[in-house]
């Protein structure tokens, strides 16, 4: 497994967020971090991105601590998407994907016949063609969502993680959200990891779940073993049912 | 960036041949004494301290632009240029020469910079607060300033008055080579933080996905900041707004944010200079008034702009 | 309590300002200078030609710069309003120096401090966003205080520029760009004195309306207040209290930001209980900072505005830091 968390203590504002984390995400797989406000679920992703440097224990990527590696070289694998980023004024999508690439120039370097091709690919990937010389400012938000997933896509990382890529999106591109991230994964075999609010849409698209309560990791695993009446009760203090969705057969959670 | 380069280049031909004293063109084109006394000896000189430290300036203030993500955040508002321009200050009452007056500029500007970064952490920067830090630190370094000029003797309180508000009169080549060796080794790191500051344009937490030390990346664009607007004040004096002007004037010319910023930095100060001294018949101006009264309006338009837009 | 110290200080203030100098006088001298004039003591002479002008300057501007203050930065809801950052001095100052200089005015020239002040004062309100308050707008700390610090540089190159195109202009010029005391005795000082005191008046008569406008422009039309009429008399009484003060002062920066501070904190958050505080407060702290320069690096003297353009930035930055994030914007 490439990228792990090890007895992790994390301050955030001075306030201990995290205490005593173990974590281990599965290589190849969808995965999706749920929990109530304020359980240090976001944290614990910046944390895993290395944004956060955590007070006790340590973030390994590819058994090496993440701290220790040069910063460009876990750019080169593992790539990240911040909650509600900022675009500069008036760029163009093909100029933001286009940043992506950083970290695989070097200082003087020029730009390459790979990083067009990534960008195409990028392109293509999240259906943006037709955009490429669009400014941000002028997309939908659900068009600016898929931009800068495309740029983190240009990155090239077999692992991409994503701070509640959903947030301010309406249910439609919601969803289509989420089925870029399935295919993705499905097709180069890209570890994601993403922080999500809505329970059903966590339990519909991922491989694997992990319910975080109070900073610390109360039960992971397949949707269908995770997402139960009990914990959605020690999590959220939600009393609700969980029964199998009629079309994909995952958990399904209504509220009592 | 061909339409900037080609009001450059006019801008350099009107100031070398428009003055204080009128030269007409048949002298010009004949290059006699005459001409080659105004025109080569003061004028030149003159006109090309105005493009370097122009340069610098419109560098300087669109690196810090970029930096703080602000239109607003100019080295002149943060008051950078106001302890570049104490720290001089100092030199000249203690007598200093001219290399001595660019050190001064510089630790007076790195000081400045810094006081006004110490002042305004609080958990991390916000821009606006710095910027609040900024007006502030002037206005005291400014009175400072002004409480040093009233130290001085007569001869000397009326040269510090005209090199404080900005002068470019009297300059000879040795200042031109004193910013351009300045820019031949700023500009060049300039060019290298260029893929930086494309980088933190996009925050500081996507641009440490991508790789990038966002702390060390700051802190050496800041000090590359601080050094341009020393370098231009040590031979300009802290001349006010060509930093902030700059950076969104050239945007607005379509051209590229840093090297489209040094262009119009230097077109602003060669047209301002000439206006200085040139508008007014029998009067020279010095070019920081000049500048003040340009680039004032400017700043209030950009205001009232940013609040309509709903960003301020 | 407190005001018992506020006014003691200033009666200190008094004292010093009058027996302090290149020649000091004893308070029992000070005191016949005034019942018993002797033409012919020297003592006497610097008292009631140099220091009792200066008294009086000192105490109108003071009262002038700290009720400007209070009145500003109700009226805008910010802490870092004041007339000598949001340009209003400078406003005065450059309506002056073009009475002077471009229109040969003399004796008139004092006056046009007036409509200068009231121009600079409406400029910044309406570029800093003042006018839309209620609309959710508003004009908060960091854009009124940009559109001050813009409003006055432009004032500022201008009277630079206007009394550079006349040589002999310097000095008059300094008379006004440096807030000082010094040459009191050359001021119009008891015209003024009567339009401060009209500008104090004003300010009071305006404080239940600024209480009101204090819970946001809606709350208080529904409790009938007028709110455009509060603002036009808060705008005329800050210019007649900036106009007197800079008129017999010269711009001085500092005093109208630090003084409704410190109101506020010895007296209740109520306008009108800061305005009565600030009353003696802000002829104490001039004072304090007038004998403090003139004694501080004798025989030379600090003038009174570049001492408190320095004080003043510090506040300011003290201030700013105190503010939350979400108030700076």
Partial sequence: ?256 | ?312 | MRVVLVIALLVAGVILSLSLGARAVPPAEIWAAITAFDPSDPNHLVIRDLRLPRLCAALIAGVGLALAGVLMQAVTRNPLAEPGILGVNAGAGFAVVLGVYAFGLSGAAPWLAFPGAALAAAAVFLLGGGARAGSGGGATPARLALAGIALNALLISLISALVLMRAEALDVYRFWIVGSLAEAQMRPLLPMAATVAAGVVLAFASAPGLDALALGDEAARSLGTRTGLVRASVLLAVTLLCGGAVVVAGPIAFLGLAVPHLARMIASRSVVATLAVALPLGPAILLAVDVFGRVVMPPAELRVGTTAAALGGVIFILIARRMRPGEVT
């Fill in chain 2, 1 to 312: 960036m061909i339409r900037l380069s080609g009001l450059l280049l006019a801008a350099i031909l009107l100031g070398l041949a428009f003055g204080e004293v009128h030269l007409p063109p048949s002298a010009i084109l004949r290059w006699d004494g005459a001409a080659e006394l105004l025109i080569g000896v003061i004028r030149a000189p003159r006109v090309a301290v105005a493009v370097l430290a122009g340069a610098a300036l419109g560098l300087a203030g669109a690196l810090l632009q970029s930096l703080l993500r602000n239109p607003l955040a100019s080295p002149d508002v943060l008051g950078f240029t106001s302890g570049a321009g104490l720290g001089a200050m100092l030199v000249v009452a203690l007598g200093g020469g001219a290399l001595s007056i660019t050190l001064g500029a510089a630790s007076g500007g790195v000081l400045a910079a810094l006081a006004v970064t110490a002042l305004s952490w609080k958990s991390g920067i916000v821009p606006l607060r710095m910027i609040l830090v900024g007006i502030g630190a002037s206005f005291t370094l400014q009175a400072i300033t002004q409480f040093m000029m009233t130290r001085l003797t007569g001869a000397e309180a009326v040269e510090a008055a005209r090199w404080l508000s900005g002068s470019l009169a009297a300059r000879h080549w040795g200042h031109a080579m004193q910013i351009g060796l300045c820019l031949a080794v700023l500009l060049p790191l300039a060019a290298l933080s260029l893929r930086a500051l494309r980088l933190l344009e996009l925050g500081d937490e996507v641009a440490t996905g991508l790789g990038l030390h966002v702390t060390r990346a700051r802190a050496g664009i800041a000090a590359l900041a601080v050094a341009l607007v020393a370098s231009a004040v040590a031979v300009a004096g802290p001349v006010p707004f060509v930093a902030l002007l700059a950076g969104p004037l050239a945007v607005r010319f379509g051209a590229p944010m840093l090297l489209g910023a040094a262009v119009v930095g230097a077109i602003v100060t060669v047209l301002a200079d000439l206006a200085a001294r040139g508008l007014i018949d029998g009067v020279q101006l010095p070019l920081g008034v000049m500048t003040g009264i340009l680039g004032a309006p400017y700043l209030l338009w950009m205001l009232s702009r940013e609040m309509e837009r709903g960003r301020l």
């Fill in chain 1, 1 to 256: 497994m490439r990228l792990q968390a090890k007895g992790i203590d994390v301050a955030y504002d001075g306030r201990r967020v995290i205490e005593g984390l173990d974590l281990t995400i599965p290589d190849g797989k969808v995965t999706a971090i749920i929990g109530p406000n304020g359980c240090g679920k976001s944290t614990l992703l910046k944390t895993l991105a290395r944004l956060i440097r955590p007070t006790k224990g340590q973030v390994f990527l590819d058994g090496q601590d993440i701290h220790a590696a040069h910063t460009r070289d876990v750019a080169r694998k593992l790539g990240l998407l911040p909650q509600s980023p900022l675009a500069p004024e008036g760029i163009t999508v093909a100029d933001l994907i286009a940043r992506g690439r950083a970290p695989w120039r070097s200082i003087l370097g020029r730009w390459s016949p790979a990083d067009t091709a990534a960008r195409d690919a990028a392109l293509s990937a999240t259906g943006l063609e037709a955009l490429a010389d669009r400014p941000i400012a002028a997309l939908s938000g659900g068009q600016r969502q898929r931009a800068w997933i495309a740029m983190t896509l240009a990155q090239d990382t077999p692992i991409l993680l994503l701070d509640e890529p959903t947030t301010y999106l309406d249910l439609p591109h919601q969803v289509d959200l989420l089925r870029l991230l399935g295919r993705l994964n499905r097709d180069s075999g890209r570890t994601v990891v993403s922080v999500l609010h809505d329970l059903g849409l966590a339990a519909r698209f991922s491989d694997h779940v992990i319910v975080m309560s109070a900073g610390k990791v109360l039960a992971e695993g397949p949707p269908s073993e995770v997402i139960t009446t009990q914990t959605l009760a020690t999590a959220f203090g939600l009393e609700a049912v969980v029964i199998p969705d009629p079309i994909a057969n995952t958990p399904l959670v209504v509220p009592v």
